[in-house]
């Protein structure tokens, strides 16, 4: 299923002879990270035997730690088969073939009714310390924003098992897409959330998106908790959306300066929350990176190799690359189905790990695909 459908932007582009279309401005003598990947692979369905759809998040397995395989990639599904949105269970680990497995299946029975609604698994999804895996639930009954519910973070050890339940009482609600950095014994999470009034704007825009820095203790043996949750963005853009579910703060990554960048996806935009480790205080919607252009509902983000920004399109099925300075550098299509071409097909993405290549899922064809 398609999790969205916006309007595309036309842009003017050259199509090399790999066939895929490239969009580029000047650029420093390194040129874009994108430009010089050519080729889109698709290794594997990510369906699972209970056949869960619409792959959202993905996260790379960077240590073999329980059963968890280094080099492989975890996605989360955010269907069930019924194909409604926000009832999916399952996240799946995928090999670098394209191999497939169920990395964990999780009930409602598993997060004992703390998080609320159900679970109904988004595009936010980590590893900690290599051993703990962090995934974002905002369930509904129904498949519909009507019956959308403020969910939480389930936190799972390496062998797929819930050990923790984090809601609301941490800033959490509606968790759509999240980053994590393991800094000593602790390790740092920047969750978006979509559903502060959202559902009560019954498809008006609110402007009530945040961004939480969660703290957790996550070395040594006892099961992960919380050092700190500090509200560092506010104001973003959020909104219910009948094919889309929400539209609102998605992706998120934070750079080697500690600048963390967020994909605004109502507002069209990249926005930078500075010194995101260490504010004691909200931003507000941050600072403008970039907006429109290539952009088009931007919706997973990470940061390249040279660290350049990456973001998927809602709108049209392209990967747009710009620089911290903003300036749109590159683009190309990933998917060009549907009706606008590409549009709604995109959402998780992931550098590989000998960071030549990005993975990627496509909600089209419920896919784990590689750019190479």
């Not at 099925?317 to 071409?341: C, H, M, N, W, Y």
Request: hydrophobic share 40%; proline share 5%; net charge negative.
């Amino acid at each position: 299923m398609r999790g969205s459908q916006f309007l595309g932007r036309l842009a003017m582009v050259v199509i090399p002879a790999s066939g895929i279309a490239l969009g580029s401005v000047a650029v420093s003598a390194s040129g874009p990270f994108i430009t010089g990947l050519t080729h889109v692979t698709t290794l594997g369905s990510t369906v699972p035997h209970n056949g869960d759809v619409n792959p959202y998040g993905m996260a790379v397995v960077n240590e073999n730690w329980g059963r968890l395989v280094a080099g492989d990639v975890l996605v989360s599904n955010f269907n069930a088969s019924s194909n409604f949105q926000g009832t999916g269970t399952t996240i799946v680990q995928m090999t670098p073939e394209g191999g497939r497995s169920v990395f964990a299946h999780i009930t409602d029975h598993d997060v004992r009714g703390i998080c609320t609604g159900g679970v109904g698994l988004t595009t936010s999804l980590g590893i900690l310390q290599h051993r703990w895996v962090i995934v974002g639930s905002l369930p509904t009954s129904d498949g519909t924003s009507a019956t959308a519910k403020a969910g939480c973070l389930i936190i799972l050890d390496s062998d797929g098992r819930v050990v923790e339940t984090l809601n609301n009482a941490y800033g959490i609600n509606g968790p759509w897409d999240l980053t994590a950095v393991d800094r000593g014994a602790d390790s740092v999470v920047f969750v978006t959330n979509v559903l502060n009034g959202t559902v009560a704007g019954n498809g008006a825009v609110v402007n009530r998106g945040t961004v939480v820095r969660l703290v957790l203790h996550t070395a040594g043996s006892a099961d992960p908790w919380v050092v700190s949750s500090t509200v560092i963005g506010s104001g973003f853009a959020e909104r219910t959306d009948p094919a889309a579910l929400v539209v609102g703060p998605t992706g998120d990554a934070v750079n080697a300066a500690g600048t963390l960048f967020v994909a605004d996806t109502a507002d069209n935009r990249i926005a930078a929350i500075p010194n995101a480790f260490t504010r004691a205080g909200t931003a507000l919607t941050g600072t403008d990176v970039t907006s429109n252009g290539w952009l088009n509902a931007p919706l997973g983000l990470t940061v390249a190799p040279n660290g350049d920004i990456l973001t998927v399109n809602a709108g049209d099925g392209r990967i747009v690359e710009t620089t911290p300075a903003g300036a749109q550098v590159a683009f190309k299509f990933l998917d060009t189905s549907g009706s606008p071409p590409g549009s709604g097909a995109l959402f998780g993405l992931v550098v590989t790990p000998n960071r030549n290549g990005v993975y990627f899922v496509d909600d089209a064809t419920n896919t784990f695909e590689l750019l190479h």
